[in-house]
């Protein structure tokens, strides 16, 4: 993902050549539901643009290519309380009258729990998750 100079995010076209909205509406076609990431930072997690201060235009993009789920990480997010960041993206993704269930990753760090209720239709606990007996033992 990249961004034009208008901010619109757009697809790789190496590993999107036919664009997001043409993926979306193979997996409808299988009866599946579409999700996609981003971030509440400047960045994702793995460097490409996060949503932080593009919240409204990235929403209208999501709902455009029928985009049904949305996970939010937090990379990037400029020290900045997700309490703070991700009430924008909820807000923006609501105004574009498409559902797209909005799942919030913060890895528990804050404690969600207490503050995000109205916010997300999810939010992380942990830290992720990998297949070593040490991720779930603690």
């Known amino acids: 993902m990249s961004r034009d100079a208008n901010g619109v995010i757009v697809a790789d076209p190496v590993h999107f050549p036919y664009g997001i909205a043409a993926l979306a509406?193979?997996?409808?076609?299988?009866?599946?539901?579409?999700?996609?990431?981003?971030d509440a930072g400047t960045m994702t997690c793995q460097r490409r643009p996060g949503g932080l201060g593009h919240e409204v235009i990235?929403?209208?993009?999501?709902?455009?290519?029928?985009?049904?789920?949305?996970?939010?990480?937090?990379?990037?997010?400029?020290?900045?309380?997700?309490?703070?960041?991700?009430p924008?993206?909820?807000?923006?993704?609501?105004?574009?009258?498409?559902?797209?269930?909005?799942?919030?990753?913060?890895?528990?760090?804050?404690?969600?729990?207490?503050?995000?209720?109205?916010?997300?239709n999810s939010w992380r606990t942990t830290a992720d998750i990998k297949d070593t007996v040490s991720t779930f033992i603690r």
């Open 25 to 38: 509406e193979y997996v409808h076609s299988l009866g599946l539901k579409f999700g996609l990431y981003s």
């Open 88 to 120: 924008p993206m909820r807000d923006a993704l609501n105004a574009t009258g498409w559902p797209i269930f909005f799942s919030m990753c913060e890895w528990g760090v804050d404690q969600p729990w207490n503050w995000a209720t109205n916010l997300g």
């Open 58 to 86: 990235d929403a209208q993009t999501y709902a455009k290519w029928k985009v049904d789920y949305l996970k939010y990480d937090n990379c990037f997010n400029q020290g900045i309380k997700p309490e703070v960041r991700y």
